[in-house]
T-cell receptor, first 117, second 109 residues
């Protein structure tokens, strides 16, 4: 099956610093990648959708200058949380979707737990 | 607007059967997914329905009625490891996934 990895699995950073999270599709080409955020005991919240080689589409209320998304290749997307604050502490999950056939299934990475102190 | 409804929480007994319902109102429909999510982990794929009817996969089955905007996930022979959140998601006319809030399933011995 399709595998998506995320790195790091968890990260602790100080307030005001930036953190980069990588999302890779290991055995397929991901034409579209999605970034989600999930707070404890809450549902997934889509932050942005990115297609390879183009700018990401952000959901309403998500600051694009704070959450920088780059999808430079068909196997890699990165999310950079800039000037992180404690309220940015959350579980960040990426998912990837291939461009072939009728499959619109999203394959999820294992998630990255971010704690901002 | 787009809306997906599923119960917030359900409780069932080990070895029993439980049905988790999902109703949806979306702009277009290109299929419905069920995902399982254990606490602190990412969601994992369970099923995909695009045509009406029942799809059976081992202990899990998923049903879809497009005319009613309704789906359910049926879990049989419940095991303690089935305690998780179950997420219903609909692929809309733009092929974007619209997510329900999830149903937390608690299994008791």
């Amino acid at each position: 099956g399709a595998v998506v990895s995320q790195h790091p699995s968890w990260v602790i950073c100080k307030s005001g610093t930036s953190v980069k999270i990588e999302c890779r599709s290991l055995d397929f080409q991901a034409t579209t990648m999605f970034w989600y955020r999930q707070f404890p005991k809450q549902s997934l919240m889509l932050m942005a959708t990115s297609n390879e080689g183009s700018k990401a589409t952000y959901e309403q209320g998500v600051e694009k200058d704070k959450f920088l998304i780059n999808h430079a290749s068909l196997t890699l997307s990165t999310l950079t949380v800039t000037s992180a604050h404690p309220e940015d502490s959350s579980f960040y999950i990426c998912s990837a979707r291939g461009g072939g056939g009728d499959s619109y299934e999203q394959y999820f990475g294992p998630g990255t737990r971010l704690t901002v102190t | 607007g787009q809306n997906i409804d599923q119960p917030t929480e359900m409780t069932a007994t080990e070895g029993a059967i439980v049905q988790i319902n999902c109703t949806y109102q979306t702009s277009g429909f290109n299929g419905l997914f069920w995902y399982q999510q254990h606490a602190g982990e990412a969601p994992t794929f369970l099923s995909y329905n695009v045509l009406d009817g029942l799809e059976e996969k081992g202990r899990f089955s998923s049903f879809l009625s497009r005319s009613k905007g309704y789906s359910y996930l049926l879990l049989k022979e419940l095991q303690m490891k089935d305690s998780a959140s179950y997420l219903c998601a609909v692929l809309d006319s733009n092929y974007q996934l619209i997510w329900g809030a999830g149903t937390k399933l608690i299994i008791k011995p």
